[in-house]
């Protein structure tokens, strides 16, 4: 299997910090910037408008990285926030500037966070955004909030979390500060290859897993198999499931970012392929060039990842080998998975290449923990002491048998000789005469 693609982005979310971000944004100074906010001109309201565009192609990986240095004070400063939407706005680009920027419209959207209300200024929002929906924003700072002023901040795009029931999943991430908004766009990305945009959601995700493993009160999980996630993957994501699968491989992947280090905690983690069980229904994928579909009967891959190894997977690593700069080995035998669905995932298959179908698609586990499900009682005997007794038995059994062959060898000589003796006592010895010849 496709080992998980290890340039995926890390963006962490944390408290509202930053620096300038002035060298981003090209044509842009602080005198510029107070001339966007607020936009109650015409003039302030078209450079607003080119400002959004602006940071729609500002590396936002960068600019996170400028936000965690210091405290945003300063108009042109970068700086992260995120709360509840309470309104959203909507109002339309300049005619003059609609075909220059490619827009139509931006956006104004009052959030609740954890002080005051504060703006969020963006030209991309998604649609389904309604009032209490979780809403993060990484942009540039045109307001502080100081003067009985609104705190208000521009930004290329923002992350959004529905308001809706959440799934214990959802819930035991949140209560790990885990940022739930984080999670929009997974759906969008149903089937797809991994891309950068789900590093954000993978790397935390993955970190938070790690973090959980060793808590004593997690709910309960709910039992899964591929078919779980096969029907309906866009509504399964970051569900909190356990899974029944027999191992393939374990690879170890390297992370070589010390940005992704430090989110992770560790250099490296480890991607197990697996096979889950689909039970009695048959799946059927779709081929190119008209021919028959692919099908997959009584099992299908899975791909799970995790920070840590458990123990038991963990003792053979010195008889790993080096394959494409990662540390892959062999796994069998039957493991039980406890975690998070992360999404279905696309990757090249040599398989489904022979079938001529198109790259397999399967479930992106991340684990919290991974237990063994392969009986235990011959190894809490120990090998070394079932060889002994086996050894010794056999011994034993050769004696025994060696002694009573000598012991029924010696019977029969004695019942053969008392034999011969008894013979010897009735035979009749006396030979008869012949007549004697008559002689005239």
């Not at 989110?263 to 008209?290: F, N, P, T």
């Given at each position: 299997m496709c080992v998980l693609c290890t340039s995926l982005l890390i963006l962490t979310m944390n408290t509202v910090v930053g620096d300038s971000a002035l060298e981003l944004i090209s044509g842009f100074d602080r005198a510029r910037l107070e001339r966007t906010y607020p936009p109650t001109e015409p003039e302030g309201l078209n450079e607003l408008c080119k400002l959004l565009y602006r940071l729609r192609g500002v590396d936002e990986n960068r600019l996170q990285q400028i936000s965690t240095t210091s405290p945003a004070s300063e108009v042109g400063d970068a700086v992260q926030d995120s709360g509840k939407l309470i309104e959203l706005k909507r109002v339309l680009v300049p005619q003059k500037l609609q075909e220059y920027l490619g827009f139509e419209s931006i956006y104004f959207l009052e959030i609740k966070g954890d002080g005051e209300p504060f703006l969020v200024m963006t030209s991309r929002v998604p649609s389904e955004a309604k009032e209490g929906d979780q809403i993060s924003a990484t942009g540039i700072l045109l307001s502080s909030g100081k003067d009985s002023k609104t705190k208000a901040i521009a930004s290329g795009k923002v992350g959004w979390f529905a308001n809706r029931p959440m799934s214990s999943g959802e819930e035991l991430l949140q209560s790990q500060?885990?940022?739930?908004?984080?999670?929009?766009?997974?759906?969008?990305?149903?089937?797809?290859?991994l891309t950068s945009s789900d590093g954000d959601a993978f790397y935390?995700?993955?970190?938070?897993?790690?973090?959980?493993?060793?808590?004593?009160?997690?709910?309960t999980a709910s039992t899964a198999n591929p078919v779980t996630f096969l029907r309906d993957g866009k509504k399964s994501i970051a569900q909190w499931v356990r899974m029944e699968v027999e191992g393939v491989q374990i690879t170890k992947i390297a992370v070589s970012?010390?940005?992704?280090?430090?989110?992770?905690?560790?250099?490296?983690?480890?991607?197990?392929?697996?096979?889950?069980?689909?039970?009695?229904?048959?799946?059927?994928?779709?081929?190119?060039?008209?021919?028959?579909?692919?099908?997959?009967?009584?099992?299908?891959?899975?791909?799970i990842a995790i920070r840590a190894l458990p123990a038991f997977l963990a003792d053979n690593q010195s008889q790993s080998n080096e394959y494409d700069g990662s540390i892959v080995r062999p796994l069998r035998g039957k493991l039980a998975m406890t975690g998070f669905f992360f999404r279905l995932w696309a990757y090249e298959s040599e398989f489904m290449q022979q079938k001529g179908a198109k790259d397999q698609f399967g479930p992106l586990m991340i684990a919290a923990s991974v237990e063994n499900l392969e009986p235990t009682s011959i190894t809490s005997i120990g090998v070394e002491k079932i060889g002994?007794?086996?050894?010794?038995?056999?011994?034993?059994?050769?004696?025994?048998?060696?002694?009573?062959?000598?012991?029924?060898n010696r019977h029969d000589e004695r019942a053969k000789r008392k034999r011969i003796e008894q013979q010897a006592q009735n035979v009749n010895f006396e030979v008869p005469t012949l007549p004697e010849e008559r002689i005239e």
């Open positions: 500060d885990f940022n739930l908004s984080l999670l929009a766009g997974l759906a969008n990305r149903n089937r797809l290859p935390t995700m993955l970190a938070t897993a790690h973090r959980i493993a060793s808590s004593e009160h997690l709910p970012s010390p940005k992704r280090q430090a989110q992770l905690g560790s250099d490296h983690y480890y991607q197990i392929d697996a096979i889950g069980d689909l039970g009695e229904v048959v799946v059927k994928i779709e081929s190119e060039d008209s021919q028959d579909p692919v099908e997959f009967k009584t099992r299908y891959p899975v791909s002994s007794y086996a050894a010794l038995a056999m011994i034993c059994g050769i004696l025994g048998i060696w002694i009573w062959q000598r012991s029924t």
